[in-house]
Nanobody
Framework: QVQLVESGGGLVQPGGSLRLSCVAS????????MRWHRQAPGKEREGVAC????????YYADSVKGRFTISRDNAKNTVYLQMNSLKPEDTGRYYC?????????????WGQGTQVAVSS
């Protein structure tokens, strides 16, 4: 059974940092590109960061470029999202997903998400 379990969310003040983790079980993480999505209240879900398998190339949405860093540790079957200089507009539920490549529009597997709130 495939599972993606996110953790690390919480409440943080603007300008603060959080590190999200996504632990995979039941699938070899190194065969998949991994993407972090977020869904803000009342908005559509958007992909914010992706890391390919093999070459580990990374891609970011313009809204998070320079502030967020995605990384993977295949030995631990874990993907991370380091979020710095957080803004209130970063508030939302963050999901990790496994996909074929970062170019793909289709996600093979999803986690349940972890909540991030940025507020003073």
């Amino acid at each position: 059974q495939v599972q993606l379990v996110e953790s690390g969310g919480g409440l943080v003040q603007p300008g603060g940092s959080l590190r999200l983790s996504c632990v995979a079980s039941g699938l070899p993480l190194d065969y998949f590109a991994m993407r972090w999505h977020r869904q803000a209240p009342g908005k559509e879900r958007e992909g914010v960061a992706c890391v390919n398998s093999g070459d580990d190339n990374t891609y970011y949405a313009d809204s998070v470029k320079g502030r967020f860093t995605i990384s993977r540790d295949n030995a631990k079957n874990t993907v991370y999202l380091q979020m710095n200089s957080l803004k209130p507009e970063d508030t939302g539920r963050y999901y990790c997903a496994a996909t074929g490549t970062c170019d793909s529009d289709y996600e093979n597997f999803w986690g349940q998400g972890t909540q991030v709130a940025v507020s003073s």
